[in-house]
Each structure stands twice: as C-alpha cells, then as structure tokens.
C-alpha cells in the first residue's frame, strides 16, 4: 500500500481490523438494552454509512481514470446518516458537501428513489443526473425536500434560516402557495471550519435575534465537527466554547462515534425543535479520513502518526462494534456486507461513467431561469378592497406624485393583491424606510407580513431566499446600494444559482429593492451614493430594473412581482435616490417629474423601452438619472445643432435587445451613451461594445460615463458625474467630430 494512497489504507483496516476484532474502543457506554432502538435501524444505518464509504473509494478511483469530476467524500462523517434516519423527509434538509449517508438514508423514507445511481451521475457529471443535470455535484432533490447547495462553506445558512422562520408565519398567514408542513422544521449542516464564516454567524445569530425578539424559528443547526478545516486545525473546545452559551440557542453536544448516542440526541433535538419552535445548535464530533479531497495530501500536514490515529478512529469500525457487541450482526457477516456493497457500488459507478454529459453551450444555460412549477397570479384588487385599504388616500390616487410616492402606493397594491408577498428590512416597518417608501404599510397589513430585519444584509437576502423555498415572494429592501455589497454572495452564489443547479425543481422567487445610485443633494459620501452596478452585470439569470420616473417605477415593479410569483424569477429593483422626491424637470414648481399612478394592469415589459422625442441627428441612449438628465439637456442641444434628437430610456438593464435597439435608432449614425456609473464596468461599456459589433452600418458612438472614483462629500458629490453640461459638451464634441 503506498504511504500516501490512505483511501486504499482506510479500506483495507476495515476487514483487517473487523476479522482481528481489534476494533476501537467507545466513548460513550450506551447500549441497545438501555434503549428503544430497534436492531433493524442499526443495520439500516449501518448499511448505508458502508454505501457511501465505498461511494467515495470508488469516485477517487474514477477519479485517476478521468472519469469523475468530483471526490469531496463524506468519509468520517459517515455518522450524519443517523440524521436521514431519525428526520422526516417532510423536514426540509440544507445539507454539507459531506451528508451523503444523510442522503442515501433519507432516500428510503420515499418509494421509488435510487439514491445510488443518482449520486453516482452527479460524480460523473452526467446530464442525466436528477438534480442539477450535471452542472455540479451537489446532493438535492425534490421529492427528499434537499435543496441543492453549491458550496456548503456557510452561505446556505441564512436561507436555512428564513425557511424555518417562514414555516410558523406562512401557516398563521394560511398562504396557500405554502410547500412545508405546519410542524417541520428544518434541518441545515455545515463543519467546524465553516463555523467561523460570516454568513454562519449571521445565520446563527439571525435566527437567536428573532427567536430573543418572539418569533418562531424551528431549525437545527447540525455542526459536524472534525477538527480540521482543509489543513487548518480547529481547537479541540472552539466550537463548544463559542456556540454553547448564545442566547436562545439550545446547545446539545453528541459524539458522531456512536450509533446509539446519535439516535439518542437527534431525537431529543427533534422533539424539543418541533414543539419549541426555537433554534437548537447539534454539536456533533467526528473525525475526517482521507484528506479535504482526492488532491489533498493530509502528510503535508499531519503526521504518520496522528493519521493513523485517526484512521483507526473509523466511524464504520465504531459502528462495526456497536453491531457486534449488541449482537445485531456478526463479524463475519459485517464482512460479507460489506463486499457485496463493494460490487453493488463499483456496478452501478461503473455504469453511470457511460452516461450523456453536457456538451453545448444551450444545453448547460438551458436551466439558469428554468421554473418547473409556474403559477398564474391572482387577479386584481377590486375597488372596494383598495378604498378599504387606502381609506382617505383614495381619493387622492389620481392626483400626480413624485417617485416615492408612488411606489409606496404600488407596494399597496401589490400586497393586497398577492397574499403571499412580503416585506422585509432595516427599518420598513414603522418607520416605514429611510426614505418612507414603505410607509403605513405595516399599519395596513400587520407586523406578519411587514417587520423590520436587524442590521445585516446577509440575513436580508439570506432570509428572503428561504422564504421563496416555502411559496412565498419576499419584497425585500438594502437600505443603500453600498450596503448590498456585505452580502452579494447570497445573491451571486445562492439565490441566483438554484434554479440552474435544479434544472428548475428548485426557485426562490423575490424582488430586491435597493435605493442607490449618487446625485442625492445634502447627503454625500461614497456609501450612500454609489454610482455602480458592476455587480449585478455578470449574474446570470437575475433581473435588473432601473427606473427613472414614478410611472414606471409602478409598472416595472409590478412586473418585478408578477415575474417572481409566475415564474420564481429574481429581480434586482435600483431605485434612484435623487428621483425619489424630483417634481420638477426643467423649472422650480413645473410639476414635469411627476406622474399619476398607473391602472392596476398597467406594466413594463421585460427590456421594452422608453423612447422621448422622434428625431434622427442624435439619438442619447440612457437609464435612470441619466434620463433626467438627458432630458434637461434636450433643448439645449436640439437648439444647437438646430434639428431634433431622440433619447431612450432602457429600463431593464439586464433585458437590452440589442436588435430592437438598433432598429429604434434607425437612421440615426450618431449615439451618446449617457451611464451615471463608473465607465471600468458600467452598462454602458457592454451596450457600447454590443452596438459597434452588432450594427451594420457605420456609427459614430460615444461613453459618457462617470469617472472611475468614488463619491466625494459636498460641493464636489457630483464632480466625477455626467451632469447636463457635460452631457451637452460630449453631444457636441461627438457630432463635431
């Protein structure tokens, strides 16, 4: 055997030591007489922690051979196969890159699932995999309710989280859009490492806020401890010592060695969980065999010494003991199990190798927007359900408004016509927002449906993912645009990629309000004026609206929400600070930037634009401030160059049609780009690039675009911008030649 091939070590040891008997000695004194457990669940287990030992032998041989793309196994933690056994399938399961035995086990609490040959496509990549159809090696499924995870460091805890928090509240709501039982609860694995990630203590200390401020969060939070995070050692009591006295977080410690404490323990914690509703912390300590990976090399590291200390610290071989000593099964008969599982596994692996892979680019982005569960809204409110809600405001509906007025009236409307929407962020209850775009509605619709979040975005967007896997469409809110950007990874690594990684089983639908962008007057400084959206061009899948006016702030909201609640898509919602309360456009008191509000059917089409004016000198292609700004620059410029221009308002950023966007500027051989963000990786960069290779006529076209700095405070807050002047200057530098 070679000293650094331990796979092949570890799998010798266990028929080596189980005929010697030589096997390792408990840590807990448990056994099946003091207990409840039947010999049957022991073997069950058992039987599935040697399933996914030899899962992972076989993957890392396929590996050499070129044909599996994937060898994070799940040995060591074989223990977490308790877990499937002891919870429900009705539990929904957000589970570690190493729970295959959990979901080998959960598997046969369902008719008809194929546990083995399904993850043995997801190793091979295959397009047939049930789950993510081959674009990654994830364990998922619906019918098991295992989302898919991507990652599993720690991003998929604020989402486990706002799915246990929308259990309780979908059920008081009686949503009937709700997917989860009444009294499940949910269930999300992580390791010790991962433990120290960001996005675990938001969770954790998310779900320990709510449950301090009333509210019900029924989740499990299943730490699965083996002491090393890649080549990092995790201290031997960090875990127990940083999570052991948090408030309203129960702690229970169980050693992942042992059958019996397991089952033990997980009952407890699902017990106390499903009639406490409250957030419990399941500490299990285990060990890890056989590296990080199939390319990770533990002597780098670890000594001989500790290695083989560890390696006879075999899960399998504790359970081996626990069979025999509780005479389930004999030595011999633990043997022959487990070489017939050998011949089983290589059978099936060996088989799933000569499956279809993916292999063009259609067939890999065929799922980044896939929903295989569309719904069709509910109709309209009526009048006499608005006016009830409303009350005095009625009567002023029809009156013209500015921009934050107006959404403030649409989120009514939208509330009221959707059951299962609702909203949620920093201070959108009774204060009703920085900016009161929220205002009275949660004196319309109650702190159920309208509640504010603590100060952190990872929980924002954490949590209104979790409520999309439960039938809900959170309408959240970033307080800043800068503010996003503590938790873009909930977006671009999470939300953005479920259904991809689903092939569609899987969405979590919601609308992302975020006031951002600069030009704001009296309140400066880089975090609460940030002039970019770079982030957001390269997600694929999401939509990206920036409006300009109230009108289309109503009608491309409403979009936003019929699109999450239809088809479980996403959309980014960029509302323009300095528009919010801009009444006027070209003199104090023209009343020329506000708008009436729109019928109730009234909606903007994804990437349908706004067109002001029909000439063909100039044609000004913009968004946002950029409109508004463009648009006071208009006279100026028709005037100079005496003819008329023509100035397009893009709306959707994420939905530009280029075609139809040539086919608007016609005959026109002169385009600005007006963009209000910083020209290295801006919208406009890629318009500008799209219609100077897609054109087939000879344009002249030009960037205008903001400086690449931040905001400064002050008289200088607009110094690095597109302004009219300047606006006006680079129309005449570019028809001027």
């Not at 300590?285 to 560890?310: F, P, Q, W």
């Not at 899960?315 to 199990?337: D, G």
């Not at 960029?574 to 070209?586: F, G, N, R, S, V």
Request: hydrophobic share 35%.
């Amino acid at each position: 055997m070679s000293l650094f091939n331990r796979a092949e070590v570890v799998d010798k040891n266990f028929t080596s030591f189980v005929k010697s008997g030589d096997l390792p000695l408990g840590r807990t004194n448990l056994f099946l007489s003091q207990t409840n457990i039947r010999p049957s669940e022991l073997i069950s287990i058992f039987e599935t922690q040697v399933l996914s030992r030899h899962m992972d032998l076989k993957a890392r041989l396929l590996k050499e051979l070129g044909k599996c793309f994937y060898t994070i196994g799940s040995s060591g933690h074989e223990g977490n196969a308790v877990f499937g056994n002891v919870f429900p399938y009705t539990d929904m399961a957000f589970l570690h890159y190493r729970n295959g035995p959990f979901f080998i086990e959960r598997s046969k609490q369902v008719n008809g699932q194929t546990p083995i040959y399904d993850m043995a496509l997801s190793f091979m990549a295959s397009s047939e995999d049930p789950i993510s159809g081959g674009r990654h090696k994830v364990l998922g499924s619906k019918a098991l309710n295992v989302p898919p995870q991507t990652s599993t460091i720690a991003s998929h805890l604020p989402k486990a989280v706002g799915t246990a928090f929308s259990i309780d509240r979908a059920k008081d709501l009686d949503i009937p859009e709700r997917k989860l039982k009444g009294d499940s609860i949910v269930l999300c694995s992580f390791g010790d490492a991962s433990a120290n990630h960001a996005s675990a203590l938001s969770a954790i200390n998310t779900a320990s806020w709510v449950s301090n401020c009333g509210g019900h969060v029924p989740i499990i939070f299943i730490c699965e401890d083996n002491g090393t995070g890649i080549s990092v050692p995790t201290h031997e009591n960090w875990i127990e010592q940083n999570f052991s006295n948090r408030p309203r977080l129960d702690y229970v410690q169980t050693d992942g060695l042992h059958l019996i404490d397991l089952i033990i323990k997980s009952r407890q914690v699902s017990r106390d969980c499903r009639i406490n509703r409250s957030p419990i912390f399941l500490h299990m300590k285990t060990v890890r065999l056989m590296g990080h990976a199939g390319s990770d090399v533990e002597l780098g590291y670890k000594s001989l010494v500790d290695i083989e200390e560890t390696e006879f610290n075999d899960p399998l071989l504790h359970s081996a003991r626990i069979l025999i000593e509780n005479n389930c099964i004999s030595s011999e008969e633990i043997i022959r199990l487990y070489e017939s599982i050998r011949t089983q596994v290589n059978y099936v692996f060996e088989a799933a190798t000569l499956r279809p892979k993916l292999e063009t680019s259609e067939s890999v982005m065929k799922s980044i927007t896939a929903n295989l569960s569309p719904r069709r809204s509910p109709s309209h409110p009526n009048t006499h359900e608005r006016q009830s809600l409303f009350g005095k405001e009625f009567k002023r509906i029809k009156q013209s408004y500015h921009m934050a007025k107006l959404i403030n009236y649409s989120l009514s409307d939208i509330l009221l016509r959707y059951s299962n929407t609702l909203v949620f962020g920093e201070d959108v209850a009774q204060k009703g927002g920085v900016y009161h775009l929220t205002a009275d509605l949660y004196k319309q619709f109650g702190v159920r449906r309208v509640f504010n979040s603590p100060l952190d975005e990872t929980s924002i967007i954490g949590f209104g993912s979790g409520f999309g896997h439960n039938g809900l469409v959170p309408i959240l809110e970033i307080q800043f645009l800068a503010y996003f950007h503590n938790a873009e990874d909930q977006l671009r690594g999470e939300v953005s990629t479920l259904p991809f990684f689903s092939k569609g089983q899987f969405t979590n639908p919601m609308v992302l309000r975020v006031p951002g962008l600069a030009y704001q007057k009296g309140f400066g400084g880089h975090f609460h004026n940030d002039n970019s959206l770079t982030i957001f061009r390269d997600i694929p899948g999401i939509i990206v609206a920036v409006p300009s006016n109230g009108s289309d702030a109503v009608k491309m909201l409403r979009t936003a929400v019929r699109e999450a609640y239809e088809n479980g898509r996403v959309t980014v919602f960029i509302e323009p600070i300095a528009l919010y309360m801009t009444k006027d456009l070209h003199e104090p008191k023209d009343g020329k930037w506000t708008f009436k509000y729109p019928d109730l059917a009234d909606e903007v089409s994804l990437g349908e634009h706004s067109i002001y004016g029909t000439g063909n000198s100039l044609t000004i292609v913009t968004y946002g401030n950029g409109v508004y700004l463009s648009l006071q620059a208009q006279k100026e410029i028709e005037k100079k160059l005496k003819k008329k221009i023509k100035i397009i308002d893009l709306r959707w950023l994420s939905h530009i049609n280029i075609s139809k966007l040539l086919t608007e500027i016609g005959r026109c051989k002169t385009v600005l780009i007006v963009d209000e963000c910083r020209r290295t990786g801006c919208y406009g960069e890629g318009i500008l690039s799209r219609l100077v290779s897609e054109t087939k006529k000879p344009l002249s076209i030009k960037l205008h675009a903001a400086d690449d700095s931040f905001i400064s405070l002050g008289i200088a807050a607009t110094a690095t911008l597109p302004s009219k002047e300047s606006i006006i200057e680079n129309v005449l530098e570019l028809v001027n030649g």
